[in-house]
């Protein structure tokens, strides 16, 4: 069992930054492929960013590509967005999820990853 825990949303004006954590619990942790996804009320779940198991590889959404960063430290159990340059609409919700299938290729699908946190509200105002 993984238990996720965002932290690091808040308010910013355009052209900002934040930068996003999420803390995990689970041993096997260090194994999974992580991603980070958004959500705004009455639309659908968006993939923002994912992260293999080793760090080594990383895919984002064409919307945050040479915006945002993500990054993990297997070591402190921690998986982080940075987020720049951020626009209004990058107002949502942003979730991180944990791939617990020791998936060799890093999922922009939703549906794929099997634990999810409960969301931290990023809000950028113009």
């Known amino acids: 069992q993984v238990q996720l825990v965002e932290s690091g949303g808040g308010s910013v004006q355009a052209g900002g930054s934040l930068r996003l954590s999420c803390a995990a619990s689970?041993?096997?942790?260090?194994?999974?492929?992580l991603g980070w996804f958004r959500q705004v009320p009455g639309k659908e779940r968006e993939f923002v960013a994912a992260?293999?198991?080793?760090?080594?590889?990383?895919s984002y959404a064409d919307s945050v590509k040479g915006r945002f960063t993500i990054s993990r430290d297997n070591a402190k159990n921690t998986v982080n967005l940075q987020m720049n340059i951020l626009k209004p609409e990058d107002t949502a919700v942003y979730y991180c999820?944990?791939?617990?299938?020791?998936?060799?290729?890093?999922?922009?699908?939703?549906?794929?990853?099997?634990?999810w946190g409960q969301g931290t509200q990023v809000t950028v105002s113009s």
């Open positions: 999820a944990a791939d617990a299938n020791y998936s060799g290729t890093i999922y922009s699908r939703g549906e794929v990853y099997d634990y």
């Open positions: 992260i293999s198991w080793s760090g080594g590889r990383t």
């Open positions: 689970g041993r096997s942790f260090s194994r999974y492929n």
